[in-house]
């Protein structure tokens, strides 16, 4: 594992003097030791670490809100460590991108391993926002040039899809709804649904958008 600069949040001086010492035990850099929520979002945004472990239970502001207001300013590892378990605790980090929970107490043992955890998890989320990105790019510019109206059968075909499924694509290009293309192909809608189901795992992507774009870029791209 890397060296990492951690934005310790934490109110209790000797739970933070405790994890600061396994944290630097395990070779990493401790950025700074926020006691409350204001001053966390606040060091977040002055020494941008590589990783915030969060207290749930924090003066002046709830963990859960600070973590939002952390996330909304950049994207970062973060592991929220909380004593609570009822359902409102959990409810309130519910719908917050984070990337491991801890519960305490802990082990030091498990803090490196949700620390472990938080990595893979926000670099594998950063490449699915990456390629989401490139996507929605590749189907911008494919519009730009006729885009999703080049989507023939023809060059669909070329990209793994059977004449039917082509045909699906082609219409699904245009904003046609599965009820439409069946009408239009005289099928049903769950037949429309599974010629698409299986064009996403051709083309391995999972919606329509992106299934539009994958074949913009490979075929539209290539045609210009």
């Not at 396994?22 to 006691?35: D, E, M, P, R, S």
């Not at 592991?79 to 959990?90: E, V």
Request: charged share 20%; aromatic share 2%; with cysteine.
């Amino acid at each position: 594992m890397p060296e990492l600069s951690i934005l310790l949040t934490e109110d209790d001086d000797a739970v933070a003097r405790y994890l600061s010492s396994i944290l630097i035990a395990f070779g990493h850099k401790i950025a700074a030791v926020a006691a409350d929520g204001l001053q966390a979002v606040r060091l977040d945004r002055e020494l941008l670490p590589d990783l915030v472990i969060m207290d749930m239970d924090l003066p002046q502001m709830n963990g859960a809100v600070d973590a939002r207001k952390i996330l909304e300013s950049r994207s970062v590892p973060l592991i929220i460590s909380t004593g609570r378990t009822d359902a409102a605790a959990l409810e309130s980090i519910r719908d917050l991108n984070i990337q491991a929970f801890l519960i305490k107490p802990f082990s030091g043992v498990q803090l490196k391993s949700a620390i472990a955890i938080a990595l893979s998890q926000h670099e594998m989320q950063a490449r699915a926002q990456q390629t989401i990105t490139q996507l929605n790019g590749a189907l911008e510019a494919a519009q730009g040039n006729g885009g999703a109206g080049a989507l023939t059968q023809e060059r669909l075909q070329t990209l793994g899809l059977t004449r039917r499924e082509a045909e699906v694509m082609a219409w699904v290009a245009q904003g046609k709804s599965n009820s439409d293309i069946a009408t239009i192909l005289e099928s049903s809608p769950r037949t429309v649904a599974k010629h698409i189901e299986h064009v996403f795992g051709k083309l391995n992507v999972e919606s329509r958008t992106a299934a539009v774009a994958a074949s913009c870029a490979a075929s539209c791209a290539g045609s210009g």
